[in-house]
């Protein structure tokens, strides 16, 4: 770049979110669908915050000042954002309000980024609830092995089998677990990072 030239804009967003969907007194999501790989993510998440803030749950909390956005909506939105990698409760919070349909259901009533902060310190174990059910739900998509057409089965090890390995299930668990953990933990970093 020459001294004359304009610095270059970063960019153009290109994560699209729908928060929209998330704002207060939607119609219930209706339970899954049979295959619910054609559920969109909105859906899935509105549903899944809802099954995880059901009594007999973790128990969700929103914090009051300045949000008419009830718990259970907020925990959706902020799954959601986090499943997106969006972990920035600023960025967030700037999300919220650049989303025209969200804003006007809560009256302009937006969560600021500390609200937003404070209710994943208080919720982490409902917003973890939450990303896990998305986590399984990708796990079950997708085939664990792929064959090519017309291809040969592979010939069997002349090695004696090694030590036993964690059935399928086990595995799927610990991904869930950990993905859904580390999604959390970038967001409280990246939270730090700009308190400081």
């Known amino acids: 770049m020459s001294a004359n030239e304009p610095p270059k804009k970063p960019p153009e967003e290109t994560k699209v979110l729908n928060l929209g969907k998330f704002a207060p007194n939607q119609p219930e999501p209706p339970s899954p669908p049979p295959d ?107 085939p664990t092995t792929a064959v090519m057409p017309g291809a040969r089965p592979p010939e069997p090890s002349p090695l004696p089998p090694g030590p036993a390995t964690a059935p399928a299930s086990e595995n799927t668990a610990m991904f869930v677990k950990r993905e859904a953990s580390e999604r959390l933990d970038k967001a409280a970093f990246i939270d730090n990072m700009e308190a400081d």
Request: hydrophobic content about 35%; proline content about 7%; some cysteine.
């Open 36 to 142: 619910p790989s054609g559920e969109s993510q909105t859906l899935f998440f509105r549903r899944a915050a809802s099954e995880t803030a059901d009594p007999g749950g973790p128990g969700v909390v929103a914090p009051k000042a300045g949000n008419a956005i009830p718990a259970k909506e907020l925990l959706g939105a902020v799954a959601y954002c986090y499943a997106k990698g969006v972990y920035s409760s600023s960025e967030i919070e700037d999300r919220m309000l650049r989303d025209p349909k969200l804003r006007a259901a809560t009256h302009d009533e937006i969560p600021n980024a500390q609200a937003i902060r404070r209710f994943r310190r208080l919720n982490r174990e409902a917003i973890q609830q939450t990303l896990e059910k998305w986590y399984r739900r990708l796990r079950k998509s997708k």
